[in-house]
């Protein structure tokens, strides 16, 4: 899994960058390895975008990234973006409404969520589990829970919801708050700009 959160140089330019964006991910669908991506167009934040991506191994994507095609992307990208990367991996997952990586229209709020907190994995794991049992039906789309590979303390929640007022209710649930707690936590939510899965990996789910 590895998160990228892109800021627009210029706002102005966002036309631009999500249609280089689009070409970018053709390209990467055909990678071996690539399973599936969303990309989520801040409504909080003009200029920000946060990309989820989900591979098969980190070896599959950092065999990908230095290829030369990804390298002529990236610096087309640079031109109009500054990039954070938060490479990841996938904890738990959940996919009561929608699969991971497809247009779910009935559920439009795409949010991510990064937290650093002290406990152990297990724990944070077992609260997250928490946190799904308690979501109201029809509420969820799919949920992913990573955590950082550069820092074991970080983690990342990327989810699909039916609409902002759910989220806002799982917000102030008990169980996301123990999920959370004791955790400085920020917040990206808005609509999807793009999503996708591999070749395979959609024939895998028909």
């Known amino acids: 899994m590895a998160l ?10 966002a ?20 399973a599936a991506h969303q990309m989520t167009r801040s ?11 989900w591979w098969r191994s980190p070896d599959d994507f950092g065999k990908v990234a230095r290829s030369a095609e990804f ?5 087309s990208f640079h031109r109009i973006v500054d990039v954070d990367v ?8 959940d996919e009561p409404g929608a699969v991971v ?17 002290a406990a152990p994995q297990q724990k944070v794991a077992e609260a997250y589990a928490a946190h799904l049992a308690d979501v109201p039906g029809g509420a969820l789309g799919w949920s992913v829970l990573g955590v950082a590979l550069p820092d074991p303390t970080q983690y990342v929640v990327v ?10 209710q799982v917000r102030r649930s008990v ?14 939510s808005g609509a999807s700009a793009a999503t996708g899965r591999s070749a395979l990996a959609a024939a895998e789910s028909a």
Do not use: C, I
């Open 4 to 13: 990228n959160t892109f800021t627009l140089k210029n706002t102005e330019e």
């Open 15 to 34: 036309d631009v960058f999500e249609r280089r964006f689009t070409e970018h991910v053709v390209f990467m669908r055909d990678q071996e390895g690539f």
């Open 43 to 53: 409504a909080e934040q003009s200029g920000v975008y946060v990309n989820a991506g």
């Open 71 to 75: 390298q002529q992307h990236a610096q």
């Open 86 to 93: 938060l490479p990841a991996r996938v904890l738990a997952a």
């Open 101 to 117: 990586g497809t247009d779910a229209a009935e559920f439009p709020l795409v949010t991510v969520a990064r937290f650093t907190v």
């Open 159 to 168: 989810a699909r919801w039916a609409s902002a007022e759910a989220w806002a």
């Open 175 to 188: 169980a996301w708050q123990e999920l959370t707690a004791h955790a400085d936590v920020s917040y990206v």
